[in-house]
Nanobody, 118 residues
Framework: VQLQASGGGLVQPGGSLRLSCVAS????????IGWFRQAPGKEREGVSC????????YDADSVKGRFTFARDRRRNTVYLQMNSLKPEDTAVYYC????????????WGQGTLVTVSS
């Protein structure tokens, strides 16, 4: 399984970015898919996770109302639309596989850096 995230960059506070993740060899019916982030010197933080069974999403309180998770199974791709970005959103974002959205990720690929700064 390969999970390749892309789309990060430098954006001003209040701006938007859309991250993409291409999931190669991903078993959509078995794993859930989501995003976590890790800022320098901080612990890993779950951002959003999508249930494989019904497509419902579970978002961290810190991103609710600002981030939207979408998937395109035909293209084996998921997206994280990030709006109203804040400096505290600065982190490396990883696309990951989960057995349970309430649990830790069980696999992830190379992350993409998001920097929110003026």
């Amino acid at each position: 399984v390969q999970l390749q995230a892309s789309g990060g960059g430098l954006v001003q506070p209040g701006g938007s970015l859309r991250l993409s993740c291409v999931a190669s060899g991903f078993t959509w019916d078995y794993y859930n898919i989501g995003w976590f982030r890790q800022a320098p010197g901080k612990e890993r933080e779950g951002v959003s996770c999508m249930s494989s069974s019904d497509g419902s999403t579970y978002d961290a309180d810190s991103v609710k109302g600002r981030f939207t998770f979408a998937r395109d199974r035909r293209r084996n791709t998921v997206y994280l639309q990030m709006n109203s970005l804040k400096p505290e959103d600065t982190a490396v974002y990883y696309c990951a596989a989960y057995v349970n959205c309430n649990g830790p990720p069980v696999g992830w690929g190379q992350g993409t850096l998001v920097t929110v700064s003026s």
